[in-house]
């Protein structure tokens, strides 16, 4: 009888056992897709934050908010316009004081991303969860127009990590050599050496002699292309990552005359109100136009009461919808000169060493 019962219990649990595995390995996917995003939840609490100064002109970036805002409601994401004053962050600098101001708020959520308050959103379809990767905690993005790392937009994880890095980065105001230094842009690429790079010290310090002695642009831009250098092509540097030219979330409209595509770009970066310029009937080709001036992709302003997930359809003008391959064939060109232009840059090393 025990030998009967046994025969019995088995022909009934290898199917209910390979049932709950199947169950057990869809569930423990869906999890493991969930913390490639960087969360424990779905969605994951993602918030976009803008920091302005109490001075800020905010009609000035009006059409920029709006993108921002409806695009944010779309997706579930919090928008958040904050004011540099309102943090308690002691740093002069407005630039530093911005990183300060995004530190404190990170807490509050999963994952923030930082803009800069003149980038608006052409595609809204697109969401921020697919730039996320489990391990990276904080992504930075190489500017387009040359080889610096960009300051302004950065997307960062709810992590101790990241905290941290982003309160180092606001307090390098208080490293700044006396020279031509660029501001935050200038020091993140110096910060990033030193906690990127700990063992290679030699180099770090031939970078920050041209770093101490720099009197204008060229001379920032050469101390910016021996970081590069040291960086090499890589992305992922531990827990950071630094995305190349065009794969990131943002780029400048002037670059191709505001000409975009939907499978290119997800934000374009230069919209002041005070540079809006009409734009042409005449056809355009993605070629640069002057880097102060910008063409509104939208065709007319956007509804806000309209916004809410699902509805995720905008009405652009066509005009400035451009061919994908042209748009991507113009901006190789344009990487192609910036890799020349830094690698000349480069060359200017030994001045300053």
Not at 89 to 111: E, S
Not at 154 to 178: G, H, I, Q, S
Not at 215 to 242: Q, S
């Amino acid at each position: 009888m025990p030998l009967e019962r046994i025969n019995i219990s088995s022909t009934w649990t290898f199917p209910s056992l390979f049932l709950l595995c199947f169950i057990y390995v869809v569930v423990f996917s869906i999890l493991d897709l969930n913390s490639e995003a960087g969360s424990s939840e779905l969605p994951p609490k993602i918030a976009i934050v803008m920091v302005l100064t109490g001075d800020t002109k905010e009609n000035n970036y009006q059409t920029a908010f709006d993108t921002i805002r409806c695009y944010a409601k779309i997706h579930n994401y919090e928008f958040v316009l904050a004011v540099d004053t309102d943090y308690n962050c002691p740093h002069k600098d407005k630039f530093f004081r911005r990183h300060c101001v995004v530190a404190k708020i990170l807490p509050l959520y999963q994952a923030v991303l930082f803009l800069d308050a003149d980038i608006g959103v052409v595609n809204p379809q697109r969401k921020i969860e697919d730039f996320l990767r489990r391990g990276i905690d904080i992504i930075f993005a190489n500017r387009f127009y040359n080889w610096e790392i960009a300051a302004g937009y950065y997307l960062v994880r709810n992590t101790t990590f990241a905290v941290d890095l982003l309160n180092e980065f606001a307090d390098y105001e208080y490293k700044l050599p006396n020279s031509f230094h660029g501001t935050d842009n200038g020091a993140l690429h110096i910060l990033l050496a030193e906690k990127l790079f700990p063992y290679a010290s030699i180099e770090t310090e031939m970078c920050r002699s041209a770093y101490n002695k720099s009197k204008n642009f060229n001379d920032l831009f050469t101390y910016e292309a021996c970081i590069k250098a040291m960086m090499g092509v890589g992305t992922d540097f531990g827990k950071v990552r630094i995305l190349k030219k065009g794969t990131g979330w943002a780029r400048d409209g002037w670059l191709t005359s505001m000409m975009w595509h939907p499978e290119i770009d997800f934000m374009i970066h230069g919209w002041k109100s005070n540079q809006l310029k009409p734009t042409p009937n005449t056809p355009l080709k993605p070629k640069e136009m002057g880097t102060s001036q910008w063409y509104n992709p939208l065709n007319g302003t956007i509804d806000l009461a309209k916004c809410h997930p699902g509805n995720s359809t905008w009405s652009f003008d066509r005009r400035l919808l451009g061919d994908k391959e042209e748009i991507l064939n113009s901006l190789k060109k344009f990487e192609e000169q910036i890799i020349i232009q830094q690698m000349k840059s480069y060359a200017r090393m030994k001045e300053f060493l």
